[in-house]
């Protein structure tokens, strides 16, 4: 864990780096004001509408204060710089939230809010609008405002899934049917028995595997089918909400043989997938 933080506060000192650099004018009063902010207490009880209970561990408090002393010197001399640009702050918001990297797993949420207000503070007495989502990245663990990268992978069956943030899309793979045969596993969830053709049933807590033809359709007499569609590969017509997809852990949990080419749980109604 430790060595992820420190992955992640040495990306932040790298983030601000392959954007043009914007020149910015420091304030008339900005040494006044970085004097002031270095003097003040901090990480004290603050009332509403910016409450802060303080610092739960009191030793803790001039470690914290020296960090954030560090970063206004830090700001202080890229304003008294000939040319202080954004790009000079932001690298100095990078390093000063690295220097966090020793104690990051000692902070709860409160004191990580506010150590970011400290920075957006500094970030005020030089006009600086922006930390370049690195603030973001040290409170939560990644910016909000960045869009989410899309990952593409596709599976034995050539099926391809489309993963974007939390949202995972399946974009099915286009089937010639052959009259090839898939094993199909069937856990029977319910309390009652299910029928499939006269004598055939899957007891309640039971699981059957079915040798499927890509060319047949496997009937259930709760109105369930599966059938292999006309152009994308195993369909299943669930009308009432019955079925479930097993993947992942659920196949070792539901005793899933490694053979299996697809493998489903029959619930009861409005509790599937």
């Known amino acids: 864990m430790t060595k992820y933080i420190q992955i992640l ?28 902010f270095i003097a003040k207490k901090k990480f004290i009880e603050q009332p509403y509408p910016n409450f802060y209970p303080g610092i739960a561990d009191e030793k803790m408090r001039p470690i914290l204060t020296e960090k954030i002393n560090q970063v206004a010197t830090d700001f202080k001399t890229v304003a008294e710089s000939e040319n202080p640009t954004d790009l000079k702050y932001q690298e100095k918001i990078g390093i000063g939230l690295s220097r966090f990297a020793d104690i990051y797993l000692e902070l709860d949420t409160e004191d990580r809010e506010r150590v970011c207000m400290y920075f957006e503070e500094l970030m005020d007495i030089v006009g600086l609008e922006s ?107 669930d009308k009432k909400s019955q079925v479930s997809g097993l993947g992942g852990k659920y196949l070792t949990d539901y005793g899933v043989p490694n053979e299996i080419d697809f493998a489903f749980v029959i619930v009861a109604i409005g509790k599937g997938d």
Not at 13 to 27: R, V
Not at 146 to 155: F, L, R, S
Not at 219 to 230: A, H, R, S, Y
């Open 9 to 36: 506060l040495i990306f932040l000192t790298l983030s601000a780096c392959g954007q043009n650099a914007t020149e910015m004018k420091t304030p008339e009063n900005a040494n006044e004001m970085f004097a002031e």
């Open 131 to 237: 930390s370049n989502g690195q603030l973001n990245k040290f409170m939560y663990g990644f910016d909000p405002m960045e869009k989410p990268k899309e990952k593409k992978w596709t599976d034995s069956h050539g099926n391809m899934f489309i993963e974007k943030g939390t949202e995972v899309s399946i974009i099915p793979a286009k089937y010639d049917k052959t009259g090839k045969k898939y094993k199909v596993f069937l856990y029977n969830e319910t309390t009652e028995n299910i029928g499939i053709i006269e004598d055939l049933i899957i007891k309640p807590r039971e699981f059957k595997v079915f040798n499927v033809s890509d060319t047949d359709t496997l009937k259930l007499d709760n109105g369930v089918k599966f059938m292999f569609g006309e152009t994308y590969g195993l369909e299943v017509e």
